[in-house]
């Protein structure tokens, strides 16, 4: 059964910093892309970065290039999306999931995680 652990929420400060981690306990991450989608309160579930396999492929939505950044640890069985300058349109309940390929739509990651919240401060 796959089952992704999420970690790193919480609360930070505007402009701050947070790292969030996705680890495959299942077994699955190790041989997947990985991607990382986040949904506000009454918006829906929208892109926010992706990764292959290897490492050597990412993608990010336009909203969140440059600040943040998505990174892998295959043998740690662990996806990462480091989240730098945090802005007010940043704060949503954020998801990893996996597929077999870079993709930007959530239709293409049959195995998701739990979720972990993100909210900012000022």
């Known amino acids: 059964q796959v089952q992704l652990v999420q970690s790193g929420g919480g609360s930070v400060q505007a402009g701050g910093s947070l790292r969030l981690s996705c680890e495959d306990s299942?077994?699955?991450?190790?041989?997947?892309?990985t991607g990382w989608f986040r949904q506000a309160p009454g918006k829906e579930r929208e892109f926010v970065a992706t990764?292959?396999?290897?490492?050597?492929?990412?993608y990010y939505a336009d909203s969140v290039k440059g600040r943040f950044t998505i990174s892998r640890d295959n043998a740690k069985k662990t996806v990462y999306v480091q989240m730098r300058s945090l802005e007010p349109e940043d704060p949503a309940d954020y998801y990893c999931?996996?597929?077999?390929?870079?993709?930007?739509?959530?239709?293409?990651?049959?195995?998701w995680g739990q979720g972990t919240q993100v909210t900012v401060s000022s």
């Open positions: 999931a996996t597929g077999v390929d870079v993709a930007t739509s959530e239709e293409e990651y049959p195995y």
């Open positions: 990764i292959s396999l290897s490492g050597s492929r990412t």
């Open positions: 299942g077994g699955t991450l190790r041989m997947y892309a």
